[in-house]
C-alpha cells in the first residue's frame, strides 16, 4: 500500500508540475489602443521612453505576461533575470527588443518565448517604458 502511495504521489507530483510548466500560459492581449502607432519597421531605441501613458499601459502588459517569470513589481525571485537591472538607454533597448521579439532557447530548452507576432512592437516598448521606472535597488 505504501509503496501505490508513494508511487501516485510521485505521479501526481510529475504530471501536476508539467501541468503548471512555463510554457503552458497563454499571453494575454495588450490594449495600445491609446499610444501613438510605431509602423512596421521594427525600432532599437525605446519612443515611448518617459511616456506617462505607455508606462501605465506597460505596467498592465508587464503584469499580465511578465511577472510570472520575470516577478511581480519586476523584482525577480532568482530564476528569470531581473529586468530592473537592464541598461539604461539605447543599449539596453536594443537587447531588450531583440530578446523579447527572439526568446531565449539553449539545448532546445525555451527559457523565454519569442513574442514577435504575438505582441505589437507598442506593447513591447510599453513594458519597457515601465521597466525603465522601477529602481534596481
Keep these: 500500500m505504501k509503496k501505490i502511495l508513494l508511487v501516485l504521489a ?9 501541468a503548471f510548466a512555463h510554457g503552458d500560459a497563454a499571453p494575454q492581449p495588450v490594449d495600445v489602443s491609446t499610444l501613438p502607432p510605431l509602423g512596421e519597421e ?3 531605441a525605446n519612443p515611448y521612453s518617459g511616456n506617462e501613458e505607455a508606462i501605465k499601459v506597460g505596467k498592465t502588459g508587464y503584469t499580465s505576461n511578465c511577472a510570472r517569470c520575470h516577478g511581480l513589481g519586476a523584482i525577480s525571485g ?5 529586468l530592473r ?4 538607454g539605447e543599449e539596453g533597448d536594443e537587447w531588450f527588443i531583440y530578446r523579447v521579439r527572439t526568446g531565449a532557447t539553449r539545448n532546445g530548452i525555451t527559457y523565454m518565448p519569442a513574442f514577435e507576432g504575438i505582441f ?3 506593447a513591447m516598448w510599453a513594458i519597457r517604458s515601465w521597466i525603465e521606472t522601477i529602481p534596481a535597488d
Design 42 to 44: 521594427w525600432l532599437e
Design 78 to 82: 532568482g530564476i528569470s533575470p531581473d
Design 85 to 88: 537591472e537592464l541598461e539604461e
Design 120 to 122: 505589437s512592437q507598442e
Design 10 to 18: 510521485f505521479v501526481f507530483l510529475f504530471i501536476g508540475g508539467k
